[in-house]
């Protein structure tokens, strides 16, 4: 699957790849009005990083239903639609508006934006908000939903629990960690905001941990976070997790993506494993 | 089996030249960039074999191309590690590249142009200095430096009339910037002509900038090429988006994203007050 935010809606990664062979392809959060974003800098990589402060820019719920998303499902893509809003009604309010219908397969729900300054990582951060959130969602749609967690929080068990309980049907480790970057010499942060999330290779192993914790639950888990070649990939399914999501590296390399799932299967193959569903949570201790 | 596809590969360096102690050029096979390129526009470098640190690609302009190699140009400065990393490549080692991207300037509606420019961003002009000479255009080019001598390439425009190079300390060529040296030397004479005339600008925000100001009641046609920090550089991670004056023809916001619906922009496009130096 492909990761919030890094794909766009699919369509400027036709030139890469088949993106019907994909698992899913995953929207950038769509909000019910569009969103002209936050003031740059937006962006600065770090070590094996990046901070982005995007600030949700998006064409908003009508133009997406009515321009983009025919263009994707005639592609033939898996498509999961990521959600943001900044109360449940919000987000219960775009959910009514999307069904199997349009020919979506999922909602993701994006309960940890950490780069606005209403809604986003608010609801992912107490169990109460999250379930509420959950259950507004699920009420107003049928379609299955995907609760995007955000690792800024202490213990991410209750929270997988209670959007488990309140009826996801599986839960995304992780969204950006929080982080920041300062200018020594202009005594300002690199990025406008100063804030902003981290991404990329430098949050794999907080990923792989947080992803890893989460699966224990039962709670199906789909993995994000820092991947970037096979192996990487891989982690995420050994501690559990029953899909991954690629994220910054599809702006190093926007054809990886498509090569995966080759990978993956040769993989098994040379591991002896008939299915990838043998492969996941399969890991021994020390 | 796990092919690449045509626009985003891995790719074999030809060769590095330092032109200049500020300067390189890196030549780089590729059929399909070769092919595609039109000036202005860019692709994305990482180094190969893939490493995570520098994470990103860094977008450069193409320079040229020689579509009978089947390869394409580059010119850098380098600026910080992912430019030296570049810089220290060898022939036979691969680069991973991804583009030709963005969009290109469009000379086509003009019997004349002129191109200005200054700092690393030049490497556009020579792309279409070369283009436009070659589609039968009269091409005038002005670059501002600190010296005449630290510009490359100013051998294969010189002795040409319609070649100036602007300096800050006058010892070579015109004393002042290269806006001034547009004004003083080229814009008369391209206004007597009656020709239907663009003008081309590439280089540093403050440069482009007083060029906006200055031709602003001229009514002359102005296609910019911008920089700015990119991530992706497709139009997905709305990284290097900037403000505009007219609403995104297809998304409505006052902004654009300098990747995808640039980096070559109709100046009037711009909301210059907004946009920052940097
Ligand atoms: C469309 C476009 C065309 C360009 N063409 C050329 C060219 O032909 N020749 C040339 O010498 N330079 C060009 N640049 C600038 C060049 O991309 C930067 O100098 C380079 O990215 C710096 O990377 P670094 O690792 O050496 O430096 P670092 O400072 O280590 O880079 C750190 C980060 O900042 C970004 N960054 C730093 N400076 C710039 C900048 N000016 N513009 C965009 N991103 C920046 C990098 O991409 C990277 O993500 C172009 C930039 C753009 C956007
Ligand atoms: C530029 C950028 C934009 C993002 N936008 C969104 C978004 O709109 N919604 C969302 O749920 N996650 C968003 N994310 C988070 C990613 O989907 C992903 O969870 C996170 O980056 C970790 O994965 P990675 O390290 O593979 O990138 C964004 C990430 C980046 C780098
Ligand atoms: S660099 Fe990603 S949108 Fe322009």
Request: glycine letters at 12%; a negative charge.
């Amino acid at each position: 699957m492909t990761a919030s935010g890094t794909f766009g809606f699919g369509i400027e990664f036709m030139e890469y790849g088949d993106i019907s062979a994909l698992g899913a392809v995953v929207t950038k959060s769509i909000t019910l009005e569009p969103r002209a974003g936050n003031e740059p800098p937006r962006i600065y990589e770090t070590p094996s990083g990046m901070l982005n402060s995007i600030g949700l820019e998006n064409p908003g719920l009508e133009f997406f239903k009515e321009k983009i998303l025919p263009q994707v499902v005639s592609a033939g893509a898996t498509m999961v639609v990521n959600i943001a809003g900044e109360s449940p009604d919000e987000y219960g309010e775009i959910a009514g508006e999307l069904s199997a219908d349009d020919g979506i397969a999922a909602l993701e729900v994006n309960a940890g934006c950490p780069n606005v300054d209403r809604g986003g990582m608010t609801f992912g951060r107490d169990p109460g908000m999250l379930a509420d959130l959950v259950a507004a969602v699920c009420a107003s749609t049928e379609l299955p939903i995907i609760a995007k967690l955000t690792p800024n929080v202490a213990d991410i068990v209750p929270l997988v629990e209670a959007a488990g309980r309140a009826g996801a049907s599986a839960v995304t480790v992780m969204n950006t960690l929080l982080g920041m970057s300062v200018d020594v010499r202009k005594r300002v942060p690199h990025i406008k905001r100063g804030k902003a999330g981290l991404s990329g290779p430098a949050i794999r192993p907080v990923a792989v941990r947080m992803a890893f914790e989460a699966a224990q639950t039962g709670v199906p888990v789909v993995g994000a976070g820092g991947i970037s070649d096979l192996d990487s990939a891989m982690q995420f399914f050994l501690v559990g997790a029953r899909a991954v999501e690629v994220g910054t590296w599809n702006f190093a390399d926007p054809a990886f993506i498509f090569r995966l799932p080759g990978l993956i299967s040769d993989f098994l193959e040379q591991q002896g494993e008939t299915n990838l569903g043998a492969y996941i949570g399969s890991l021994k201790s020390g | 089996m796990h092919a690449d596809s045509a626009k985003a590969s891995a790719a074999r360096v030809l060769d590095v030249i330092r032109l200049t102690p500020a300067h390189f050029r890196i030549d780089i096979e590729s059929e399909h960039v070769s092919a595609a390129s039109i000036p202005g526009q860019f692709v994305m470098v990482r180094p190969l074999p893939a490493v995570t640190d520098p994470l990103l690609g860094r977008p450069l302009a193409v320079l040229g191309r020689d579509t009978a190699a089947s390869s394409f140009s580059l010119l850098f400065t380098p600026a910080g590690r992912g430019t030296r990393i570049l810089a220290e490549a060898a022939p036979g080692d691969t680069v991973h590249v991804n583009g030709p991207l963005g969009t290109g300037f469009d000379f086509s509606a003009f019997d004349e142009i002129a191109l200005i420019g200054g700092g690393t961003g030049i490497a556009p002009l020579y792309f279409l200095a070369a283009e436009a000479r070659a589609a039968g255009k009269t091409v005038h080019l002005v670059l501002g430096a600190r010296t005449c001598d630290s510009l490359p390439f100013t051998g294969s425009f010189s002795p040409d009339e319609r070649f100036h190079c602007a300096t800050d300390d006058g010892s070579r060529g015109f004393h002042g910037s290269a806006v001034d040296a547009f004004f003083h030397l080229v814009a008369d004479r391209i206004a007597s002509n009656r020709r239907p005339v663009g003008l081309f600008a590439a280089g540093p925000v403050p440069m482009m900038k007083a060029l906006v100001s200055a031709t602003r009641e001229m009514g002359i046609s102005l296609q910019v090429s911008l920089e700015a920090r990119m991530a992706c550089g497709i139009g997905v991670c709305r990284g290097c988006v900037i403000p505009a004056r007219t609403p995104h023809p297809l998304y409505g916001h006052l902004t654009r994203a300098v990747c995808a619906d640039g980096p070559v922009f109709d100046a009037s496009v711009i909301d210059w007050e907004r946009l920052p130096d940097v």
